[in-house]
């Protein structure tokens, strides 16, 4: 039974944090994005964000992203910069080829800074890329 339970591979889906000007507040922020690198859509995306260290934690955030087209992203939250010194998981689930995929991404405690800043694909700005 367990042998005909297939188990899909996420390809192709990241999330990014750019360090990016807020016109609002006059202030360059943290915001985390979804990036769906496939050559199909994703439907019904949902990303649930925490951060932790040992007894630590934040509170999980549940986002609903919605259908993302292929080589596209989108915003999904803004992060504080008390969080960054936190380890920081995102967790992807998403509808895609008629099924659920999954995965798991996360930035180590203290990796959100501007010393490890990089271009990042489709979105074409500065920021640091998930570790898968």
Do not use: C
Not at 2 to 11: F, H, R, T
Not at 88 to 95: I, K, Q, S, Y
Not at 101 to 110: D, I, S
Not at 115 to 126: A, T, Y
Request: aromatic share 10%; hydrophobic share 40%; proline share 3%.
């Amino acid at each position: 039974m367990k042998k005909d339970i297939e188990i899909p591979v996420a390809k192709d889906v990241h999330i990014a944090v750019i360090r990016e000007w807020n016109e609002e507040f006059l202030s360059k922020d943290w915001n985390a994005y979804l990036i769906n690198n496939r050559a199909d859509t994703i439907e019904m995306a949902i990303v649930v964000s925490k951060g932790f260290d040992g007894d630590i934690k934040t509170s999980t955030m549940r986002h609903g992203i919605g259908t993302i087209e292929p080589k596209s992203y989108r915003k999904v939250e803004l992060l504080q910069e008390d969080v960054l010194a936190l380890n920081n998981e995102f967790f992807v689930t998403f509808f895609a080829e008629n099924k659920l995929f999954e995965k798991r991404f996360l930035f180590p405690k203290h990796s959100i800074t501007e010393e490890n800043l990089s271009n990042i694909p489709i979105i074409d700005k500065e920021g640091i890329l998930s570790k898968d």
